[in-house]
């Protein structure tokens, strides 16, 4: 698989991993959270209002509320979701501040790094090197994900570093990814491909050394 295939693939699958991340964060709060700040219990009301226009596929009122909740309370979870709006509106620039916000604030939150890779792959220019670094945080903060695994691992062969690639595939397999197995023969034989032109290679560059041969 090309590495541009690699990509793209990660883009389909990193998009459904953010429209699950924004129900799983709607309702979370900073630590240091009060319930006694009316400004916070109104950010609170804004954000759970996003949450159900999101649900409800008015993104653009989603993205509204969000941004209301984030003006007057800005929390890791209304960054989160504020970008979740953002990356469906394709404002990935946007996405990715808010998102890096959010990580600023709970750095511990695999979705925020695993949706910031997303966003990095995603936009104009891709960055795929930003991209295998947030995916490797995730996974070392979720280190069953199977979904993360297998995003770390389409990154990982898209930029070349194939037995990593094949590691993470197979984790993401044990945890339940079935269409890892594809990808574990797929760099399983390019790896084995790697290895034989090398030794190839050496044997031109023995034969040369030694004319007797």
């Known amino acids: 698989m090309s590495a541009r295939n690699c990509l793209l693939q990660l883009r389909n699958s990193a998009l459904r ?23 916070e219990v109104e950010a609170m009301q804004c ?9 409800e596929g008015d993104v653009q009122a989603a993205k509204a509320s969000y941004k ?14 504020l970008g979740v709006t953002h990356y469906h509106l394709k ?14 604030l709970q750095p511990s939150s695999a979705d925020a790094h695993t949706n910031l890779a997303s966003a990095y792959i995603v936009s104009p220019v891709s960055r ?22 297998f995003n770390l691992a389409a990154v990982l062969e898209a ?5 990593e690639a ?5 984790r ?15 760099v399983s034989a390019k790896i084995l491909g790697k290895k034989m032109k090398a030794a190839e290679e050496a044997s031109k560059e023995e034969n040369k050394s030694d004319p007797s041969a």
């Open 17 to 39: 991993s953010a429209r699950l991340s924004a129900t799983r964060w709607a309702t979370s709060t900073t630590p240091n959270s009060s319930a006694v700040d009316p400004a």
């Open 47 to 55: 954000l759970e209002e996003g949450t159900q226009k999101l649900e």
């Open 68 to 81: 209301r909740s984030v003006d007057m309370k800005r929390t890791a979870s209304a960054l989160f979701n």
């Open 91 to 104: 404002e990935y620039d946007e996405a990715i501040s808010s998102w890096k916000e959010a990580i600023a």
């Open 128 to 149: 795929p090197d930003l991209a295998l670094h947030h995916l490797r945080v995730a996974a070392s903060l979720a280190p069953e994900d199977a979904e993360i695994a």
């Open 159 to 163: 930029c070349g570093y194939l037995e």
């Open 166 to 170: 094949l590691e993470q595939y197979k």
């Open 172 to 186: 993401s397999k044990e945890f339940g990814v079935d269409r890892a197995a594809m990808h574990i023969r797929n």
